[in-house]
């Protein structure tokens, strides 16, 4: 819960630093619209999330788990998700670019990638 209100808090006061929120539990977060540009999301669990039309554009997200969730319409250039199990998840309309990294990603039942 305090990771999950830490992120919030950091959103409504529109902080210009990125965020480092390495192994947080954000799991059942939901977020709409929200500019996490640059943030450090390493170890962090967003299991069971809803999570869409966001900015992740250039974050950290190695060894991420985003399981059973809703990403749908994010923006994830150059995001890196490197060894990051992404499963049973929507990923539909997601901007994704050749700087996206989804090396030794598990992607198990993914959809939209």
Request: contains cysteine.
């Amino acid at each position: 819960m305090e990771d999950k209100i830490r992120l919030l808090t950091w959103l409504r006061e529109g902080s210009g630093e990125p965020l480092d929120m390495r192994w947080s539990d954000l799991r059942g977060l939901t977020l709409h619209g929200a500019n996490l540009q640059g943030c450090e999301f390493d170890f962090a669990n967003f299991e069971n999330s809803k999570i869409n039309l966001c900015d992740f554009s250039n974050c950290r997200l190695n060894n991420v788990v985003v399981e059973n969730a809703d990403w749908e319409g994010n923006d994830l250039t150059g995001a890196d998700f490197t060894g990051s199990r992404l499963r049973m998840t929507k990923f539909h309309g997601c901007k994704i670019s050749e700087s996206t990294n989804f090396t030794g990603v598990s992607s198990y039942m993914a959809q939209g990638l």
